[in-house]
């Protein structure tokens, strides 16, 4: 997968990965707010704290991910969110792929011994997924209300493998 920063004209291919609310939620969490609009992306694209990534791969010919890093070295804290994949290329190993370039490049960018990633409990694949790229769950952080249901938000956080 190769990582490149994330252009406006990549943020209308991002809007159709997220058609739902329930999916934006899933995906940012608390990040915006619905309906998700061009104006909240390039809010989001804008911020300068954090660096954007779009991921490319052979596979599809075309952005397949998307992923945010947000690195604080006065606070200790880097901080990997918003990944997405494309939903018509999800099951392949893209997000594995996407994921590992991004951790490779957190740590390749920053001395921080550690990053971190938020992930709603009932999201398992996504679990499994961070689990198994060296990410242990370090407890919950906090609820999020979607409808008529209640979300639990968990922490979860991978050290720099030297």
């Known amino acids: 997968m190769q ?3 994330t252009t ?4 209308e291919v991002l809007r159709t990965w997220v058609p739902t609310e329930t999916d934006m939620i899933l995906w940012s969490g608390p990040t915006f ?3 998700l609009d061009r104006a909240q992306l390039e809010a989001y694209l804008a911020d300068e704290r954090r660096l954007h990534w779009s991921g490319s791969a052979a596979v599809a010919g075309r952005m397949s991910g998307h992923g945010s890093l947000l690195v604080d ?3 200790g804290r880097m901080r990997l969110g918003c990944v997405v994949v494309d939903p018509a290329l999800r099951g392949h190993g893209l ?3 996407f994921v ?3 951790v490779h490049e957190a740590f390749r960018i920053s ?5 971190t990633l938020g992930v709603y409990a009932h ?10 790229l060296g990410f242990r769950e370090t407890g919950l952080v906090r609820d999020t209300s979607v409808g008529d249901r209640t979300w639990h938000a968990l922490e979860m956080e991978r050290p720099r493998v030297l």
Do not use: C, I, M
Request: net charge positive; aromatic share 6%.
């Open 3 to 5: 990582l490149r920063p």
């Open 8 to 11: 406006p004209e990549d943020l």
């Open 33 to 35: 707010t619905w309906p």
């Open 73 to 75: 070295e006065a606070a």
């Open 95 to 97: 997000g594995r792929r």
């Open 100 to 102: 590992t370039a991004a």
């Open 111 to 115: 001395d921080l011994p550690v990053l």
């Open 123 to 132: 999201n398992a694949v996504a679990r499994r997924l961070y689990g198994s």
